[in-house]
């Protein structure tokens, strides 16, 4: 038990008993002196200028991952002396930096991570769970220090100097794609190294996969745009993971969507157990570079040059759909170059009532009905719905409300299932649904009292209590989230712009991945905080009604 707690307090960044003598406490340089395995690590460790801070400072925490003596004789003949050598001390220190984490990140959250960047600022490929670090592995031995975490290692670490395109030049399976990269003239992209970025990285293969011809055409100098625009749509700037990294977003996460260099989204999708980018398929994910990470794909991602009309008339299933936007008119912006969202009925969602009736009437006198009907299909702008907010109010280009919601797999626009998300065009997004949305007048945001949103925030704690009682402290956490997505969807208007950015960041999805009980408890107090407010200003609206009725009984409120 007191060995948890020690633990934990570690985790928290808090030392678990704060000693009489700094110069007693069981530091990093201290531990790694006194173990007779890592003699050769401490040569480094002293010779780094962050040595006398890993050995003195009891405030900053760090990781440190430690290869044994026997992992340094795995090293070639005269390595490690070299590596000595004072004219080498910047290869050094950036060989040291690249074992040290700035921070103390106990196993259970390595067994969450893909990626560390190191204090090189390089990053470090990581598997915990199989116990493999780069081209390293785990020991099993883990040692506690008053100011981090030592990791024993059976290899050194190095970092490596190959940029993006060096890599893939050197991987062997990239041959076609680096001659592209060449040839559209966008190496240096590849290998600037002022900046971090995600390669979607094609193999050989995935090229083979293309039409006969269409590969040699690419090459061709009248092809020279087309080749540099899709080279381009394989690379963003910014760090994109599948898997997480401490300090990054990864795919798939709330509101994000990277753009490519090309200038569009690069759409993610995860369902059953695969992940695809654009529709191909990643087989290898998080491979690091000097600059930035490398998703291995299995098809060759070309940007989209259809408009959403164009993209709607090359679906057999949304012919009845297209006919209906001729009939009414609005074929006309959703072919022009301004930017829609579109949730596209199939032509089986057509076939149920009432719109079969009103379909198989369809006339002049009709065409108004069935305009209301497309218009609340249609929104202004783009809004991605895979990995889009999990609660989110949109509003229709009439400017009716309707309700986007994301829970696991399941995605829904007012409660109609979404069959497939975020097919785009160069002007917006489709999205294919499985029926007509409702036509569902809400009552006027006027008419919403705040005793209406005080019941939801009650009826929100009742349900996460539940949940927090139980140990579900992830999804007490997640219910939060959606639950305050939904809330301000709804009932904004009654927050000042103060309480309703910091009940915004309070609800924001930050990737975590330990700790759940104590985001909950924090989300949770967020909520408290809010409801403290609305019931303090029902009290108002309550005693000015009392006022103006001095006769009225008072007892009991």
Not at 106 to 122: D, H, I, N, V, W
Not at 168 to 181: E, V
Not at 188 to 215: I, R, W
Request: glycine share 6%; charged share 25%.
């Amino acid at each position: 038990m007191i060995c948890s707690l020690f633990f934990s307090l570690l985790t928290l960044g808090l030392s678990p008993a704060q000693a009489a003598n700094p110069a007693e406490a069981k530091t990093i340089g201290r531990i790694v002196r006194e173990r007779p395995e890592l003699s050769n690590f401490l040569q480094l460790l002293e010779k780094s200028d962050i040595g006398s801070l890993l050995s003195e400072n009891t405030s900053i925490r760090y990781t440190i991952f430690a290869p044994t003596d026997l992992a340094f004789s795995k090293l070639p003949e005269g390595a490690f002396e070299t590596l000595l050598d004072p004219r080498n001390d910047d290869r050094l220190e950036e060989v040291f930096k690249f074992h040290v984490l700035s921070r103390s990140e106990p196993p259970f959250a390595l067994e969450k991570y893909s990626l560390l960047r190191t204090l090189t600022g390089q990053f470090l490929k990581l598997d915990y769970t199989n116990c493999s670090l780069g081209k390293a592995r785990f020991l099993p031995e883990t040692i506690q220090c008053s100011n981090g975490i030592i990791y024993l290692i059976d290899g050194v670490l190095s970092p490596t100097t190959d940029d993006l395109f060096q890599f893939l030049q050197k991987d062997g399976r990239f041959t076609i794609f680096t001659k592209a990269i060449t040839a559209s003239r966008q190496g240096k992209l590849f290998q600037n190294m002022h900046g971090l970025y995600t390669t979607f990285a094609p193999t050989d293969e995935a090229f083979s996969k293309l039409p006969e011809g269409v590969l040699d055409s690419l090459f061709k100098p009248e092809n020279d745009e087309r080749l540099e625009d899709i080279i381009k749509h394989h690379i963003t700037s910014g760090i994109f993971a599948l898997g997480k990294v401490p300090g990054y977003t990864s795919l798939g996460v709330s509101e994000v969507t990277p753009t490519s260099a090309f200038g569009q989204q690069l759409n993610y999708k995860h369902s059953g157990g695969q992940h695809r980018v654009d529709g191909s398929l990643i087989l290898e994910q998080d491979i690091p570079g000097a600059n930035g990470v490398i998703h291995v794909i299995d098809e060759l991602m070309l940007p989209v040059e259809m408009s959403l009309l164009e993209q709607l008339r090359s679906q057999p299933r949304f012919s009845t759909l297209v006919c209906l936007l001729e009939d009414t008119g609005l074929d006309l912006p959703v072919g022009s170059s301004s930017s829609f969202t579109i949730f596209a009925p199939t032509n089986d969602a057509w076939k149920k009532e009432p719109y079969k009736t009103l379909l198989n009437k369809r006339n002049s006198d009709n065409r108004e009905a069935l305009f209301g009907i497309l218009a609340r299909h249609v929104i202004t702008g783009k809004h991605v719905t895979e990995n889009g907010r999990v609660f989110a109010k949109l509003r229709t280009i009439h400017g009716a409300p309707i309700y986007l919601t994301r829970k696991g797999e399941d995605r829904r626009i007012s409660g109609v299932p979404i069959l497939d998300t975020d097919q785009e065009a160069f002007n917006g997004l489709i999205n294919a649904i499985a029926s007509v949305i409702p036509d569902q007048m809400e009552l006027p945001e006027g008419d919403i009292a705040t005793v209406d949103a005080i019941e939801y925030l009650q009826a929100t704690f009742e349900e996460a209590t539940t949940l927090y009682a139980n140990a579900q402290y992830e999804a007490c956490w997640r219910y939060y989230i959606y639950r305050g997505n939904e809330f301000l969807s709804k009932y904004r208007l009654f927050l000042d712009n103060g309480t309703r950015r910091t009940f915004e960041n309070a609800i924001r999805d930050d990737q975590t991945v330990y700790q759940f009980a104590a985001k909950a408890w924090s989300v949770r107090n967020a909520f408290r905080d809010v409801l403290r407010k609305l019931e303090q200003k029902e009290d108002r609206i309550i005693d000015s009604y009392l006022m103006q009725v001095p006769d009225r009984a008072r007892f009991g409120r």
